[in-house]
């Protein structure tokens, strides 16, 4: 089970998240049911570089 996070100060109520069984993250919007992305793993964007589409 995941532990409960606050959010920072000054953040919206419109996005929630909670955690599958799976261990998956889901985001959603709290406004639009169909506005939700379901990611089984985070990717640290200091280590991506875009070097355009590979060929």
């Given at each position: 089970?995941?532990?409960?996070?606050?959010?920072?100060?000054?953040?919206t109520d419109r996005c929630g998240t909670?955690?599958?069984?799976d261990g998956d993250l889901v985001l959603y919007d709290r406004q639009?049911?169909?506005?939700?992305?379901q990611a089984s793993?985070?990717?640290d964007f200091?280590?991506?570089?875009?070097y355009g589409p590979t060929k």
């Open positions: 089970m995941s532990e409960t996070q606050r959010r920072p100060e000054g953040a909670f955690e599958t069984i639009n049911t169909e506005a939700w992305i793993y985070a990717i200091e280590d991506v570089r875009a």
